[in-house]
C-alpha cells in the first residue's frame, strides 16, 4: 500500500510538489520494502527506478582498493537513485538497507514522461533534485576534508 499525500507531504523532498504532483507521482510508483543489509542497488549499476525513503535508513557506499567504504547515509524523506533520470543512468554509489526500508519506487521513464507533458512539474522536481545532489556534493567535499586532515 503507498501512503497517502497526507502522511508523507511534509517529507522534505516533497514538500514543494502539489498535492496534484504527489498523485502522479503516486498513480505510476509502487511501495517496497528491504530488509537489513539488502541493496537497493549497486555502485555502477544501471538504474531505472528512483526512490523516496520513507522508513528506515540507507547507507550509501562505494569501492575503494581496500574494500567498501561508506560515503553517507539516507534518511526518510531523501531520494535516492536520481541518476536514473540522466543518461547513462548508473549508480554512482550502492545503496543498503541498514534498518528495515519503506520505499516509494518511481519508474524513471514514467516520470519523465509526466515531466514532457507537465513541464513546471518537472522543473520543480529537477530543482529539488539538484538541491539533493549539490547537498550530496558539500557532504562528499567535507568527508574528504576530514579525511586529508587526518
Not at 117 to 127: H, I, L, N, P
Not at 136 to 143: C, E, N, S, Y
Amino acid at each position: 500500500m503507498i501512503p497517502n499525500t497526507f502522511e508523507i507531504k511534509d517529507f522534505r523532498f516533497l514538500k514543494d510538489l502539489s498535492e496534484s504532483q504527489m498523485e502522479s507521482i503516486f498513480r505510476i510508483s509502487n511501495f517496497q520494502e528491504f530488509a537489513v543489509k539488502e541493496n537497493l542497488f549497486e555502485e555502477y549499476g544501471a538504474l531505472d527506478t528512483l526512490y523516496i525513503l520513507l522508513e528506515g535508513t540507507v547507507i550509501l557506499g562505494m569501492k575503494v582498493p581496500k574494500g567498501k567504504i561508506s560515503i553517507g547515509s539516507i534518511h526518510p524523506g531523501s531520494i535516492l537513485a536520481w541518476s536514473a533520470l540522466f543518461p547513462p543512468a548508473l549508480s554512482s554509489a550502492s545503496a543498503t538497507a541498514h534498518t528495515p526500508v519503506k520505499a516509494l519506487a518511481i519508474p524513471a521513464a514514467k516520470l519523465l514522461r509526466i515531466f514532457e507533458e507537465d513541464q513546471s512539474f518537472g522543473y520543480v522536481f529537477m530543482r529539488m533534485i539538484g538541491k539533493t545532489v549539490s547537498e550530496r556534493l558539500t557532504d562528499t567535499r567535507l568527508q574528504l576534508v576530514n579525511v586529508l586532515s587526518i
